[in-house]
């Protein structure tokens, strides 16, 4: 699991995956993004593994897209790279485990999609997020034309993505793009254990949420009201769902196993 450009560690039932090419502000690069596809297969099989983190090494989450190879891509090379980008996309929202994005420095371009394809964001106070595209004549990829206007709505989406201009995490935070802010130097920490206590939960239940509230943004009400209908009648049957009962009629905390 992982290559030069990734690095991966377990911490009890947390997976961290850190984005490791902090000389390029971990730009994205082929072995970065089948790195972080075979991990993520891996964590898909590991019951064990109940969440995973992303973070990148050095001053900054992610810069996106490698600039200085864009003057010399080729279509053929442009469609094939983001037929990649978007396998990891497709991963990151199938995967039946929350993915937390821990972002610090800068989350630009495709680095900003990654953390927007992500369950939640945890982000450090003063960092920023900029759908920097435009800025070199693209669109967005990796999802951001998906993710960012079912986040904060059609016209502030186009602003951002048409301004290419940064915007703090604060503000990020008011909008809803953010879920929790940290001064730098207590993120990694508040993240972890962030990260633990969603491990420690019922993994059964929140992988079931995920998946449908993730087909809500494409659904129709009658349909979501039907999966949580047959979802529920298989969610009564977990061994969670037992403890959290029977713990809530002892007074104590539940200790789920994720089965």
């Known amino acids: 699991m992982g290559n030069e450009h990734l690095l991966a560690h377990k911490d009890g039932h947390v997976l961290s995956l850190k984005l490791n090419r902090p000389e390029a502000l971990n730009a994205f690069s082929a072995p970065m993004i089948l790195g972080l596809i075979e ?15 992303i973070s990148g090494a050095g001053r900054s989450f992610s810069a996106g897209g490698d600039v200085k190879t864009m003057g010399d891509a080729t279509p053929e090379n ?18 039946e485990k929350p993915v937390i994005a821990i972002v610090h420095g800068f989350a630009a371009g495709a680095g900003f999609n990654l953390a927007l394809a992500c369950d939640l964001i945890l982000a450090a106070n003063g960092s ?16 951001g034309l998906f993710f960012l206007p079912h986040l904060i709505g059609i016209h502030r989406a186009k ?42 939960g019922p993994s059964k239940a929140y992988g079931m949420i995920k998946k449908i509230a993730d087909q809500s943004l494409a659904s129709s009400l009658d349909h979501i009201l039907e999966r949580e209908r047959t979802a529920q009648a298989m969610m009564v049957t977990t061994e969670d769902h037992r403890e959290g009962v029977q713990a809530f009629t002892e007074k104590r905390q539940p200790s789920f196993k994720g089965r």
């Open 39 to 53: 991990a993520l297969e891996e964590a898909r099989a590991d019951a064990d593994i109940r969440v995973i983190c």
């Open 78 to 95: 442009v469609y094939d790279h983001i037929g990649k980008l978007n396998k990891l996309i497709q991963f990151i929202k199938e995967i």
């Open 128 to 143: 920023k997020f900029t759908m920097s595209f435009a800025q070199v004549g693209l669109i967005s990829d990796g999802g």
């Open 159 to 200: 602003e951002l993505l048409f301004s290419a201009e940064p915007i703090e995490a604060e503000y990020a935070h008011r909008i809803g793009i953010v879920n929790r802010l940290y001064p730098l130097e207590e993120l990694e920490a508040g993240a972890m254990q962030y990260a633990s206590r969603l491990a420690n």
